[in-house]
């Protein structure tokens, strides 16, 4: 993602020329980080929390604002996927003019972000083990994909 940036500058000035497809290529590889970067975080425990207010309340309550983080957080992915998905129905006919491929492909790790992001939120609420923030994350199984 940083060579292309580079790769452009270097062309445009030594050679004088312009590289199309760059830019349009980097935002796109940056948006696929950003997505599924939001699921890597749900799955270590690095999402939002209520970690001030856990450190002041008793114990007792800490199971129910997990809960409420969690719901908070499934109501976003849901909301990333339901968003990204209509966005890219609508996008799905126009190209990408440096790259010349689907729109679609650009909102794509909307998308998947938000499905990774309430599989594992629901893994949560269902019972299975998931990390909270400031715990290791558990083993991998070997059906955990």
């Known amino acids: 993602m940083g060579r292309d940036p580079r790769l452009t500058v270097i062309v445009r000035y030594v050679m004088n020329d312009s590289l199309h497809w760059a ?10 980080f950003i997505c599924l970067g ?3 975080g749900a799955r270590e425990g690095y999402h ?9 309340l ?8 997990h809960t ?29 003019p440096g790259l010349g491929i689907s729109r679609a492909f650009e909102i794509l790790p ?3 972000g938000g499905v990774l992001l309430v599989k594992r939120i629901l893994r949560r609420l269902a019972g299975l083990h998931t990390a909270r923030f400031g715990e290791d994350a558990p083993p991998r199984s070997r059906t955990d994909p």
Do not use: H, K, Y
């Open 23 to 32: 830019e349009p290529a980097a935002v796109t590889i940056m948006a696929w």
């Open 38 to 40: 939001a699921a890597v």
């Open 48 to 56: 939002l929390s209520f970690d001030v207010l856990l450190c002041f």
């Open 58 to 65: 008793p114990r007792q309550v800490a199971p129910w604002l």
């Open 68 to 96: 409420v983080s969690d719901l908070f957080v499934t109501g976003f992915g849901f909301g990333m996927f339901w968003c990204g998905w209509s966005l890219a129905a609508r996008a799905a006919n126009d190209l990408m």
């Open 110 to 112: 909307l998308i998947t």
